[in-house]
């Protein structure tokens, strides 16, 4: 993101030319994005302070951007800013003094629509990069661990933790320093972490290398790769090949579109859901490819991306509700693990999603004791997490693991934004 919004002036213009030049954009009025910037520590902001806040979408495009002075104000500092409308993108601000960034907030989810978004009150962090850095992603939580002067230091929840390494049995293990309720054991692309005393869902490395976006379709079957540089296309079950130079996305109202006339095609990627026609998994574009002169249809995304980055409140297991204020839920990480908490205990374990659905192994769970109808409920909840074989979305957006005998909705859950 502090790349990203250090480049923001040149991709703002980039994007705000190729919008000029889309047909009925004029008739389209943007969603307006607010909300507030503040911090915790009680430091005071200098006069000649600056702001940058920035929508980005699919793609890493700008959906929209303002830079403003705080002109002696503190925070909380309110901010608005104008998107596109019928897409969904993430927020990030960064306060600067001196032209260096001090501030920071990344990865503030909003979904697509027509309707203004008040995303309240956002909290940054101090920006103090840590060298010789790994992220992990803590089920849905990032943490950092690094170095940062001659210190070990977990970085979490926006705070710096100094940590000491301690022997371990294998792998490596730190401590905080004077505060042993705080641990780090990191075990290759794994990692186990506690926060004064509290055990959190299972690390996994963030893979930092960016995956081609793929989209495709069926009869006759046909397949884009949008890699970092270039463009692979495939088409008619394979008789058909043509690579292309990647092409800046052109972003209008709703969609995403790659023009590549030197190879007859035209990819365009709607921001809503599609289920694939021949097996029924969801994927976060509607996508059509304008092929010389054919149009082909299909979906296109990571499904995975549709359950990760956020966790899920489960609000129903299979049409019994739940016990009330007992709050299970449920969060997906980009490695393939699962964690969560039955309002009892909490849950780890593996999912895998393959072309035909979605399944979990090798769950378990912490072995505390709880009332009787919080057992049962947990009980519940693991035996329908073993029968599932697909996800799903209602019209509200809620998400649906479906399974069992009867193919029915086994567990239904609502991100909380």
Not at 186 to 196: F, H, I, N, P
Not at 263 to 269: E, F, K, N, P
Not at 358 to 383: H, Y
Not at 388 to 401: C, K, N, S, W
């Amino acid at each position: 993101m502090t790349r990203l919004i250090a480049t923001l002036p040149a991709l703002a213009l980039t994007m705000a030319l190729t919008l000029a030049g889309q047909p009925g954009n004029a008739q389209e009025e943007p969603r307006t994005i607010s909300g507030s910037l503040s911090y915790m520590q009680k430091i005071a902001l200098p006069d000649d302070a600056s702001v940058t806040v920035a929508a980005t979408g699919a793609f890493g495009t700008i959906l929209g951007e303002v830079q403003f002075g705080t002109e002696g104000r503190q925070v909380p500092i309110p901010f608005s800013l104008d998107v596109p409308a019928k897409l969904s993108g993430r927020v990030g601000a960064v306060i600067r003094i001196a032209g260096q960034p001090r501030w920071l907030v990344e990865d503030v989810p909003f979904k697509a629509g027509d309707e203004a978004v008040d995303l309240g009150a956002l909290r940054l962090s101090q920006v103090t990069p840590l060298a010789f850095a790994t992220r992990y992603d803590c089920g849905g939580s990032e943490v950092e661990f690094g170095v940062l002067g001659e210190r070990a230091i977990l970085r979490v929840d926006g705070r710096d933790i100094e940590m000491e390494q301690v022997r371990a049995a294998s792998g490596a293990r730190f401590e905080a320093v004077g505060n042993s309720s705080t641990e780090f054991w990191s075990k290759g692309d794994a990692g186990m972490l506690t926060v004064e005393g509290q055990e959190m869902p299972d690390c996994t490395r963030i893979d930092e290398s960016a995956q081609p976006y793929r989209a495709g379709g069926n009869e006759p079957g046909w397949q884009v790769s949008i890699g970092e540089n270039e463009v692979e296309l495939i088409a008619d079950y394979g008789e058909l090949k043509r690579s292309a130079l990647r092409p800046e996305p052109e972003v209008t109202p709703g969609a995403y579109l790659f023009d590549m006339q030197g190879i007859g095609a035209r990819l365009t990627l709607e921001d809503r859901l599609c289920r694939d026609d021949a097996t029924g998994m969801p994927h976060p574009h509607h996508a059509a490819l304008a092929l010389d002169e054919r149009v082909l249809r299909g979906c296109g995304g990571d499904p995975a991306s549709l359950l990760t980055g956020g966790e899920w409140q489960i609000e129903d297991m299979g049409g019994a509700g739940i016990v009330d204020r007992s709050a299970p839920a449920i969060s997906f990480d980009a490695g393939g693990r699962v964690a969560g908490t039955s309002g009892c205990n909490r849950f780890i374990g593996g999912y895998e999603l393959t072309g035909e659905g979605l399944s979990f192994s090798q769950m378990g769970a912490t072995l505390m004791a709880c009332p009787d109808a919080l057992m049962k409920q947990e009980r519940r909840l693991l035996d329908a997490l073993e029968q599932v074989r697909r996800f799903d979305f209602d019209e509200t957006g809620a998400l649906l693991l479906i399974g069992g005998p009867e193919d029915a909705t086994l567990l239904k859950a609502r991100r909380m934004m």
